[in-house]
């Protein structure tokens, strides 16, 4: 069994090294495969932290009718706060309103004197509500309408900013939706290509592949080296991908922070290059591992 073995890995590798003009192109379409695959990964880590920037801009602001105590107000924070679609409420009370409001008008001079003029706090307290997910602001707009709360309110925000909210929702489920259908695209025309080169590598060794059949070879002694070639290609070619995936990383990483702030694209494309390069290698052997057992398979049928 491992002098069977040996001889698979000991042809698989020379057969890699015999056909080296084929070799080294199959490499090169399966390093592009796996660059578009890494690609999408690091557009899902942007799309992902950009939709999170987007998300903590959005919440619902719920103000509350000037007669309303603030204990009945706390009071209904503090039933918001136990749903399970809501991240985190917080209280704004009319004096903190006030000075907010004061804050952002400094420099208005007609404004600060008309406040300073007024008998009476003419703003009311809110609670400002962030949900886990932007899909669920509706289910917390619903609640907003139950009893106990809506004749204590006078206005909610959440319609004004629905439509914003609900593009939000389409665009986090379309890039969703759109990067799996990529990544299944990439994977079968990448498997095809790698397919097709293999079974010219097959044709190219007929006749030592017809002398190993009529001496009585069996067919995983015929069918290991090709897949030993598949599983060459897919390890350089991950190797490879990052090689030259880093130094267009860290190129385009300082202009993608200039559009999403925060956002350090190298630093975690070198934080977790372990785990891509696992992402690779399985990607990339399991492309050339899948696509060999295949053509060859197809190619002892007939």
Request: glycine letters at 6%; charged letters at 15%.
């Amino acid at each position: 069994m491992i002098t069977t073995i040996s001889r698979i890995i000991h042809f698989g590798v020379k057969n890699f090294w015999r056909n080296g003009l084929l070799s080294t192109a199959t490499v090169a379409i399966t390093v592009l495969a796996l660059l578009v695959s890494l690609g999408l990964i690091l557009t899902r880590v942007v799309t992902n932290r950009a939709i999170v920037s987007v998300q903590d801009k959005i919440d619902i602001s719920v103000y509350f009718k000037t007669t309303v105590s603030e204990d009945e107000i706390l009071n209904i924070k503090d039933s918001l706060e136990s749903l399970s679609e809501v991240k985190i409420v917080e209280y704004i009370s009319r004096d903190k309103a006030l000075e907010m409001f004061r804050e952002d008008h400094k420099d208005d001079l007609d404004i600060s004197q008309a406040i300073n003029l007024l008998d009476e706090n003419p703003l009311e307290a809110s609670l400002n509500i962030k949900a886990n997910s932007p899909d669920q602001y509706a289910i917390i707009a619903e609640n907003l309408e139950g009893p106990g709360i809506k004749q204590n309110v006078s206005n909610v925000s959440y319609y004004e900013n629905q439509v914003v909210i609900d593009r939000l929702v389409a665009i986090i489920s379309n890039v969703n939706r759109g990067g799996l259908a990529l990544i299944i695209l990439l994977s079968f025309v990448a498997g095809l290509i790698v397919f097709n080169t293999i079974r010219l590598a097959i044709y190219s060794n007929r006749e030592e592949i017809g002398i190993m059949r009529a001496v009585g070879a069996s067919n995983s002694l015929v069918r290991g080296p090709f897949v030993i070639d598949g599983i060459i290609v897919g390890i350089l070619a991950a190797v490879f991908s990052l090689i030259i995936a880093a130094p267009i990383i860290s190129f385009v990483s300082p202009y993608l922070v200039s559009f999403i702030p925060g956002l350090n694209v190298f630093q975690y494309f070198y934080t977790h290059i372990l785990f891509l390069f696992g992402l690779q290698l399985l990607f990339g052997i399991g492309i050339g591992t899948l696509s060999s057992f295949l053509a060859v398979r197809r190619y002892l049928k007939n």
